[in-house]
């Protein structure tokens, strides 16, 4: 069945995007089942494209990706979206410059968020990308817009891209899908070496200044031109 998108090629083309990135939380193993989901924020528009729910990874495709309003109604799309639509939206209205949002239950970082423990940078590559500390965000229950708030309260004004919703998993958000992906990559990373570290003695922690420069650099000067820095 081929889906034609009345809200336009944009949001086609959304749905190619959001579909394919659901392969690279299988292909980094950040998810089990039908757990985890991308969405992304149709540019200009009320609109994000989201996973639907309950489908298995192996049948996701464009056409039956889900396009809602930023209140999570349904504009288009034979199935029910992710039941973490609510959360996805509610970041969406409060944070004008957010263009994607990632759920995962990765292991390791679901680990820290079970015990309510905020991961500490001990590590360069987590300075680069998160700027810190990973923050450790309320328990909420699903349903209504309290994840959503919890992402929002925790991720704004923080330098990272990424908050451990107590006893739940990862939220990540980024200027477009693919690079709140790869904060959820990211983040699983740091989270699987600190455990490690942390398992085996006291890691080393990084002067403030030393973050900050870190962070500085990789945000501003790492990867290729300008004209390829969104794939860095
Ligand atoms: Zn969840």
Redesign the pocket.
């Known amino acids: 069945m081929s889906m034609q998108f009345s809200t336009g090629a944009e949001v086609a083309q959304l749905c190619e995007t959001v579909a394919a990135l659901h392969a690279e939380l299988v292909r980094y193993g950040l998810v089990a089942w039908t757990?985890g989901n991308v969405s992304a924020r149709v540019p200009g528009r009320n609109l994000m494209v989201i996973k639907p729910s309950g489908v298995s990874y192996d049948d996701l495709r464009p056409d039956n990706m889900v396009v809602c309003d930023l209140d999570g109604i349904v504009v288009e799309g034979d199935l029910s979206p992710s039941s973490?639509t609510a959360a996805h939206a509610y970041v969406y209205r409060s944070m004008p410059d957010v263009g994607g949002v990632v759920?995962t239950?990765s292991s390791y970082a679901t680990a820290w968020a079970a015990r309510g423990e905020p991961i500490p940078c001990h590590l360069t590559a987590q300075a680069d990308e998160f700027g810190g500390e990973i923050p450790v965000g309320p328990f909420a229950l699903?349903g209504g817009d309290d994840i959503g708030k919890g992402i929002v309260a925790t991720l704004s004004g923080h330098r990272s891209p990424a908050v451990l919703m107590a006893n739940?998993?990862v939220f990540t958000i980024g200027p477009d899908a693919r690079a709140a992906v790869k904060a959820a990559v990211m983040c699983e990373d740091v989270a699987r070496t600190a455990h490690l570290a942390r398992a085996l003695g006291q890691p080393v922690p990084i002067a403030a200044e030393d973050i900050d420069s870190l962070y500085e650099r990789y945000q501003n000067v790492y990867g290729q031109a300008p004209v390829a820095s969104t794939n860095r």
């Open positions: 757990a973490d759920h239950h699903i739940h998993g």
